[in-house]
Protein backbone atom coordinates (compact mmCIF):
# COMPACT_ATOMS: atom_id res chain seq x y z
CA UNK A 1 0.00 0.00 0.00
CA UNK A 2 1.34 3.61 -0.84
CA UNK A 3 0.03 6.88 0.35
CA UNK A 4 -1.76 9.76 -2.10
CA UNK A 5 0.16 12.36 0.79
CA UNK A 6 3.84 12.55 1.10
CA UNK A 7 5.61 14.76 4.01
CA UNK A 8 7.82 17.72 2.34
CA UNK A 9 10.55 19.51 4.72
CA UNK A 10 8.13 18.90 7.42
CA UNK A 11 4.99 19.72 5.24
CA UNK A 12 2.24 17.15 4.55
CA UNK A 13 1.55 17.76 1.04
CA UNK A 14 -2.22 16.28 0.19
CA UNK A 15 -2.93 17.89 -3.17
CA UNK A 16 -2.43 15.95 -6.47
CA UNK A 17 -1.13 19.32 -7.83
CA UNK A 18 1.68 19.87 -4.98
CA UNK A 19 2.70 16.09 -5.35
CA UNK A 20 3.06 16.64 -8.94
CA UNK A 21 5.87 18.26 -8.36
CA UNK A 22 7.72 15.98 -6.09
CA UNK A 23 8.65 13.80 -9.46
CA UNK A 24 11.33 16.60 -10.21
CA UNK A 25 13.20 15.79 -6.95
CA UNK A 26 12.42 11.59 -7.50
CA UNK A 27 13.77 12.23 -10.29
CA UNK A 28 17.26 13.57 -9.48
CA UNK A 29 19.88 12.47 -7.05
CA UNK A 30 19.37 11.64 -3.64
CA UNK A 31 19.97 9.54 -0.69
CA UNK A 32 17.43 6.94 0.52
CA UNK A 33 16.56 5.12 3.79
CA UNK A 34 14.03 2.31 4.80
CA UNK A 35 11.98 3.03 7.96
CA UNK A 36 10.06 -0.07 9.69
CA UNK A 37 7.48 1.50 11.66
CA UNK A 38 5.36 0.28 14.54
CA UNK A 39 2.43 1.45 15.46
CA UNK A 40 3.14 4.55 13.72
CA UNK A 41 6.76 5.27 15.14
CA UNK A 42 9.61 4.58 13.53
CA UNK A 43 11.79 1.72 14.56
CA UNK A 44 16.02 2.60 15.24
CA UNK A 45 15.12 6.04 13.58
CA UNK A 46 18.34 7.92 15.05
CA UNK A 47 20.83 5.35 14.49
CA UNK A 48 19.07 5.54 10.49
CA UNK A 49 19.49 9.29 10.42
CA UNK A 50 22.96 8.81 11.46
CA UNK A 51 23.75 6.85 8.57
CA UNK A 52 21.66 9.09 6.80
CA UNK A 53 23.66 12.17 7.52
CA UNK A 54 26.77 10.40 7.31
CA UNK A 55 26.45 9.65 3.75
CA UNK A 56 25.28 13.18 2.78
CA UNK A 57 28.50 14.70 4.36
CA UNK A 58 30.82 12.29 2.57
CA UNK A 59 28.77 12.74 -1.02
CA UNK A 60 27.52 16.50 -0.48
CA UNK A 61 30.38 18.08 1.92
CA UNK A 62 27.70 19.33 4.22
CA UNK A 63 25.42 17.81 7.42
CA UNK A 64 21.84 18.26 6.63
CA UNK A 65 20.51 18.54 10.31
CA UNK A 66 17.70 16.26 10.65
CA UNK A 67 15.47 16.30 13.78
CA UNK A 68 15.08 12.56 14.80
CA UNK A 69 12.07 13.79 16.89
CA UNK A 70 10.90 16.23 14.29
CA UNK A 71 11.04 12.80 11.74
CA UNK A 72 9.26 10.92 14.20
CA UNK A 73 6.57 13.02 14.20
CA UNK A 74 6.11 12.88 11.00
CA UNK A 75 6.01 9.53 10.46
CA UNK A 76 3.48 9.43 12.41
CA UNK A 77 1.05 11.74 11.06
CA UNK A 78 2.18 10.43 7.31
CA UNK A 79 1.11 6.86 7.92
CA UNK A 80 -2.03 8.28 9.98
CA UNK A 81 -3.00 10.62 7.36
CA UNK A 82 -2.74 7.92 4.77
CA UNK A 83 -4.96 5.49 6.70
CA UNK A 84 -2.60 2.89 7.38
CA UNK A 85 -3.85 0.76 10.35
CA UNK A 86 -1.80 -0.25 13.38
CA UNK A 87 0.96 -2.83 12.79
CA UNK A 88 4.42 -2.26 10.82
CA UNK A 89 4.61 -0.26 7.47
CA UNK A 90 7.50 1.05 5.52
CA UNK A 91 8.05 4.50 5.16
CA UNK A 92 10.68 5.71 2.63
CA UNK A 93 12.92 8.98 3.41
CA UNK A 94 14.87 11.02 0.76
CA UNK A 95 17.53 12.80 1.12
CA UNK A 96 18.09 15.61 -1.60
CA UNK A 97 21.24 17.98 -2.48
CA UNK A 98 20.55 21.66 -3.51
CA UNK A 99 16.75 21.60 -5.06
CA UNK A 100 13.76 23.74 -6.10
CA UNK A 101 10.88 24.72 -3.70
CA UNK A 102 8.28 22.78 -5.09
CA UNK A 103 5.86 25.46 -4.27
CA UNK A 104 7.73 28.59 -4.68
CA UNK A 105 10.17 27.34 -7.26
CA UNK A 106 12.75 29.42 -6.09
CA UNK A 107 16.31 27.31 -5.07
CA UNK A 108 16.97 26.21 -1.58
CA UNK A 109 19.73 24.27 0.26
CA UNK A 110 18.19 20.98 0.93
CA UNK A 111 15.11 18.99 0.71
CA UNK A 112 13.60 15.71 1.98
CA UNK A 113 10.56 13.46 1.78
CA UNK A 114 9.05 11.44 3.79
CA UNK A 115 6.70 8.42 1.79
CA UNK A 116 4.47 5.43 2.53
CA UNK A 117 5.97 2.71 1.00
CA UNK A 118 4.32 -0.58 1.79
CA UNK A 119 1.68 -1.94 5.01
CA UNK A 120 4.13 -4.95 5.96
CA UNK A 121 2.27 -8.35 6.40
CA UNK A 122 3.83 -8.85 10.59
CA UNK A 123 4.22 -6.94 12.85
CA UNK A 124 8.12 -6.13 13.69
CA UNK A 125 11.01 -8.06 11.89
CA UNK A 126 10.21 -11.10 11.62
CA UNK A 127 10.81 -14.72 9.62
CA UNK A 128 9.39 -14.03 5.95
CA UNK A 129 7.00 -17.09 5.46
CA UNK A 130 8.40 -17.82 2.23
CA UNK A 131 11.75 -18.87 1.22
CA UNK A 132 13.73 -17.67 -2.35
CA UNK A 133 15.49 -18.58 -4.96
CA UNK A 134 18.58 -16.46 -5.71
CA UNK A 135 20.87 -15.77 -8.43
CA UNK A 136 24.15 -14.48 -8.92
CA UNK A 137 24.73 -11.76 -10.85
CA UNK A 138 27.72 -8.97 -11.54
CA UNK A 139 27.17 -5.74 -10.88
CA UNK A 140 28.76 -2.77 -9.34
CA UNK A 141 27.24 0.74 -8.57
CA UNK A 142 28.85 4.17 -7.84
CA UNK A 143 29.68 5.22 -4.35
CA UNK A 144 28.61 1.64 -3.24
CA UNK A 145 29.59 2.68 0.53
CA UNK A 146 25.44 4.67 0.39
CA UNK A 147 22.46 3.51 -0.45
CA UNK A 148 21.36 6.47 -3.33
CA UNK A 149 19.58 6.63 -6.26
CA UNK A 150 21.83 5.10 -8.39
CA UNK A 151 21.92 2.06 -6.36
CA UNK A 152 18.48 1.71 -6.40
CA UNK A 153 18.49 1.97 -9.90
CA UNK A 154 21.16 -0.65 -10.55
CA UNK A 155 19.45 -2.76 -8.12
CA UNK A 156 16.49 -2.80 -9.61
CA UNK A 157 17.53 -3.58 -12.98
CA UNK A 158 19.40 -6.18 -11.90
CA UNK A 159 16.17 -7.58 -9.88
CA UNK A 160 14.42 -7.71 -13.02
CA UNK A 161 16.53 -9.68 -14.97
CA UNK A 162 16.86 -12.46 -12.58
CA UNK A 163 13.18 -12.80 -12.01
CA UNK A 164 13.30 -12.92 -15.72
CA UNK A 165 15.28 -16.32 -15.05
CA UNK A 166 13.33 -17.56 -12.26
CA UNK A 167 14.69 -15.60 -9.54
CA UNK A 168 13.18 -13.86 -6.94
CA UNK A 169 16.38 -12.01 -5.32
CA UNK A 170 19.88 -11.06 -6.82
CA UNK A 171 22.80 -11.65 -5.36
CA UNK A 172 25.37 -8.71 -5.83
CA UNK A 173 28.71 -10.10 -7.24
CA UNK A 174 31.07 -6.96 -7.73
CA UNK A 175 34.25 -6.37 -9.71
CA UNK A 176 36.65 -8.27 -7.44
CA UNK A 177 34.39 -11.46 -7.11
CA UNK A 178 32.90 -10.97 -3.80
CA UNK A 179 29.28 -11.79 -3.37
CA UNK A 180 28.27 -8.72 -1.34
CA UNK A 181 24.87 -8.02 -0.54
CA UNK A 182 21.06 -9.41 -1.42
CA UNK A 183 20.25 -6.67 -4.04
CA UNK A 184 20.58 -3.71 -1.57
CA UNK A 185 20.44 -5.56 1.49
CA UNK A 186 22.99 -7.62 3.52
CA UNK A 187 23.31 -10.73 2.85
CA UNK A 188 24.18 -13.46 5.69
CA UNK A 189 26.28 -16.80 5.19
CA UNK A 190 25.87 -19.42 7.84
CA UNK A 191 28.83 -22.14 8.06
CA UNK A 192 28.17 -24.21 11.31
CA UNK A 193 27.99 -22.08 14.09
CA UNK A 194 29.89 -19.56 12.38
CA UNK A 195 27.71 -16.57 10.24
CA UNK A 196 29.78 -14.82 7.61
CA UNK A 197 28.96 -10.85 5.96
CA UNK A 198 31.11 -9.22 3.32
CA UNK A 199 33.10 -7.01 4.66
CA UNK A 200 31.92 -2.86 4.40
CA UNK A 201 35.23 -2.47 2.37
CA UNK A 202 33.78 -4.28 -0.03
CA UNK A 203 31.73 -1.55 -1.30
CA UNK A 204 28.36 -2.16 1.05
CA UNK A 205 26.45 0.44 2.88
CA UNK A 206 26.01 0.51 7.03
CA UNK A 207 22.31 -0.06 7.33
CA UNK A 208 20.47 -0.84 10.38
CA UNK A 209 19.53 -4.49 9.35
CA UNK A 210 23.35 -4.68 8.78
CA UNK A 211 23.71 -4.02 12.34
CA UNK A 212 20.61 -5.47 14.27
CA UNK A 213 21.70 -8.64 12.74
CA UNK A 214 25.20 -9.13 13.70
CA UNK A 215 23.76 -7.61 17.32
CA UNK A 216 21.34 -10.51 17.46
CA UNK A 217 23.15 -13.33 16.39
CA UNK A 218 25.73 -12.11 19.33
CA UNK A 219 23.15 -12.54 21.72
CA UNK A 220 22.53 -16.04 20.42
CA UNK A 221 26.11 -16.99 21.31
CA UNK A 222 26.48 -16.82 16.79
CA UNK A 223 30.03 -15.53 16.16
CA UNK A 224 29.82 -13.39 13.00
CA UNK A 225 32.72 -12.42 11.23
CA UNK A 226 33.73 -10.67 7.84
CA UNK A 227 34.44 -12.45 4.85
CA UNK A 228 34.49 -11.72 1.71
CA UNK A 229 32.53 -14.86 0.55
CA UNK A 230 32.78 -15.78 -3.39
CA UNK A 231 30.74 -17.95 -5.73
CA UNK A 232 32.54 -20.86 -4.48
CA UNK A 233 32.24 -19.99 -0.83
CA UNK A 234 28.60 -19.48 -1.27
CA UNK A 235 28.28 -22.83 -3.29
CA UNK A 236 29.58 -24.20 0.32
CA UNK A 237 27.86 -22.59 2.79
CA UNK A 238 25.23 -24.57 5.05
CA UNK A 239 22.45 -21.15 5.08
CA UNK A 240 21.89 -18.22 2.89
CA UNK A 241 19.88 -15.29 4.68
CA UNK A 242 19.46 -11.59 3.87
CA UNK A 243 17.59 -8.90 6.17
CA UNK A 244 15.02 -6.13 4.94
CA UNK A 245 12.90 -4.03 6.64
CA UNK A 246 10.73 -6.97 7.27
CA UNK A 247 13.18 -9.23 8.74
CA UNK A 248 14.87 -12.37 8.03
CA UNK A 249 14.11 -14.38 4.59
CA UNK A 250 16.08 -17.23 3.82
CA UNK A 251 17.26 -18.29 0.76
CA UNK A 252 16.20 -21.65 -0.15
CA UNK A 253 18.17 -21.82 -3.37
CA UNK A 254 21.06 -20.50 -5.40
CA UNK A 255 22.37 -21.92 -8.62
CA UNK A 256 21.59 -25.54 -8.12
CA UNK A 257 22.47 -25.32 -4.73
CA UNK A 258 19.75 -25.82 -1.72
CA UNK A 259 19.90 -24.46 1.64
CA UNK A 260 17.77 -25.12 5.01
CA UNK A 261 16.83 -22.92 7.41
CA UNK A 262 18.23 -23.24 10.89
CA UNK A 263 20.15 -20.56 12.09
CA UNK A 264 18.87 -17.92 10.04
CA UNK A 265 15.26 -18.44 11.68
CA UNK A 266 16.74 -18.55 15.30
CA UNK A 267 18.17 -14.83 13.83
CA UNK A 268 15.10 -13.78 12.60
CA UNK A 269 12.75 -14.59 16.22
CA UNK A 270 15.82 -12.64 18.04
CA UNK A 271 15.16 -9.47 15.80
CA UNK A 272 11.61 -9.97 16.47
CA UNK A 273 12.14 -9.91 19.87
CA UNK A 274 14.43 -6.95 19.81
CA UNK A 275 12.00 -5.08 17.77
CA UNK A 276 9.47 -5.49 19.78
CA UNK A 277 10.98 -3.44 22.51
CA UNK A 278 9.14 -0.30 23.04
CA UNK A 279 12.81 1.41 24.14
CA UNK A 280 14.27 0.88 20.41
CA UNK A 281 11.99 3.00 18.34
CA UNK A 282 14.52 6.44 19.00
CA UNK A 283 17.48 4.78 20.74
CA UNK A 284 20.68 4.41 19.00
CA UNK A 285 20.71 0.41 18.85
CA UNK A 286 24.60 0.86 20.46
CA UNK A 287 23.21 1.83 23.84
CA UNK A 288 20.89 -1.63 23.42
CA UNK A 289 23.25 -4.49 23.21
Not at 31 to 42: L, P, V
Not at 75 to 86: K, R
Request: with cysteine.
Amino acid sequence: MKGDSLSFNGMLLRQPKQLSNIDMLLGSNFIYARIHAIDYKGLFLRDIIEICEWSYRVLYGVSFGLDVRSISEEIEELLIENNYPMGSAVVMLYLFPNRIDVNTRKPIDKSYILSCREQLLYTGFTNWHIGVVADILPYDIPFAYHQTSASLTAHKYAEDYVQRRGAHIVLRENVNNVVVSASEYPLFGVVGREVRIAPMSCGIPDSIERVVTINAAYRLGINVIEYPHTKDDIANYDELFYVTPQGVTSIIECEGKVYPNIIGRKVGDELHRISLTPSNQLNNTTNLF
